[in-house]
């Protein structure tokens, strides 16, 4: 089993920056691809961005924004927000697909969400 747990939402003004937090733990043996997706009120989830160890990958909307890092040592990956627009607003999750002992193929995990509010 892995345990994935986000940090760092809040309340921020338009302009204004965020760094959001996502620490994976449990049997993991392996770690394919961390990401940010985000859901807004009565809109899909959409991939915000997604690392593996060799590349990242951006939304067009984010893009020169938000920028995605991970710490593979500590199977911990960031998204550092800048530049924050209301449209931003949106329940962030954070999704890991690893591999695990007892399972034969990776798998997707899902943390439990951090809000982002971006308001005047």
């Known amino acids: 089993q892995v345990q994935v747990v986000e940090s760092g939402g809040g309340l921020v003004q338009p302009g204004g920056s965020l760094r959001l937090s996502c620490a994976a733990s449990?049997?993991?043996?392996?770690?394919?691809?961390m990401g940010w997706y985000r859901q807004a009120p009565g809109k899909q989830r959409e991939l915000v961005a997604s690392?593996?160890?060799?590349?990242?990958n951006h939304r067009d909307s984010v893009k020169g924004r938000f920028t995605i890092s991970r710490d593979n040592a500590k199977n911990t990956v960031y998204l550092q927000m800048n530049s924050l627009e209301p449209e931003d607003t949106a329940v962030y999750y954070c999704?890991?697909?690893?591999?695990?002992?007892?399972?034969?193929?990776?798998?997707?995990?899902w943390g439990q969400g951090t809000q982002v509010t971006v308001s005047s």
């Open positions: 449990g049997s993991i043996l392996s770690i394919n691809t």
């Open positions: 999704n890991v697909v690893a591999r695990t002992s007892g399972l034969s193929g990776p798998r997707t995990y």
């Open positions: 690392t593996t160890s060799s590349n990242t």
